[in-house]
């Protein structure tokens, strides 16, 4: 009976020894690969909060141990606008997160539905959320949408007008509330009720929109036109036709 308690009381002091052990590596694994910086870019759609909410989400998320081996060699993907998510451990309490975000030039509303679309014309994503930054197109003509496919309009080439246009208008801060691309190939830009005519001549779309920060103060709280289709030799400027 005495050998049978020593070995119950040998039994309890190893597990005892053994549960202080784990317990302090537990310790120092928290202390040691607690995440305390986290860089994050690339990101346009999704706030840095958001995207480490997205990471770094369970108990675990914010230990470096447990996310290198959880994002081993490969990157997030399915997250809406998001081609994939690459999580590089810096140090064992720095992360860097790099978010390769799809390429969307624009959207078209249909009620209270948001379809993004690419550089080619695919609906790359549809949500109730509009992106500030990505400008509402309108005048396409086509029956139906469906993500991962083309809309299919009539002149495909009217994709490449569109990231001209929303490649200069970034180029020189000029968002507009939307952006009206015309069969004959106009384009026109909204400015709350004032419009902004830049014609059909892509050779000159830069030096039109180069001048348009100048004349937008001008525009506030006006409705009409400012006809920039063609330069007025007479007056020496561009006119303005109120509505």
């Given at each position: 009976m005495y050998r049978s308690r020593k070995r119950i009381l040998i039994i309890i002091a190893a597990a005892a020894v053994l549960l202080a052990v784990l317990?302090?590596?537990?310790?120092?694994?928290?202390?040691?690969?607690?995440?305390?910086?986290?860089?994050?870019?690339?990101?346009?759609?999704?706030?840095?909060?958001?995207?480490?909410?997205?990471?770094?989400?369970?108990?675990l998320g914010d230990n470096s141990l447990y996310l290198s081996m959880k994002y081993e060699n490969r990157g997030i993907e399915g997250i809406p606008f998001v081609d994939v998510m690459d999580v590089s451990i810096l140090s064992p309490d720095a992360v860097k997160i790099t978010v390769y975000e799809k390429a969307v030039i624009g959207y078209i509303q249909y009620l209270d539905t948001y379809m993004y679309f690419d550089k080619d014309g695919y609906v790359v994503e549809c949500s109730s959320v509009r992106t500030v930054g990505i400008p509402q197109i309108t005048g396409l003509v086509f029956d139906h949408m469906v993500v991962g496919e083309a809309l299919p309009v009539e002149n495909p080439e009217v994709f490449g007008s569109i990231l001209n246009v929303t490649k200069l208008l970034n180029k020189y801060d000029l968002m507009a509330d939307k952006i009206y691309f015309h069969a004959s190939g106009e384009v026109t830009l909204y400015y709350g009720d004032a419009k902004v005519a830049l014609g059909n001549e892509p050779g000159r779309l830069e030096d039109k929109l180069m001048l348009l920060p100048e004349f937008l103060p001008n525009?506030?709280?006006?409705?009409?036109?400012?006809?920039?289709?063609k330069y007025d030799e007479d007056t020496g400027k561009y006119t303005f036709k109120p509505e």
């Open positions: 317990a302090g590596v537990a310790l120092y694994i928290r202390e040691k690969y607690t995440i305390h910086t986290v860089y994050v870019e690339g990101n346009v759609h999704y706030t840095e909060d958001e995207i480490k909410a997205i990471v770094m989400e369970g108990p525009l506030t709280g006006r409705a009409g036109t400012l006809q920039m289709e």
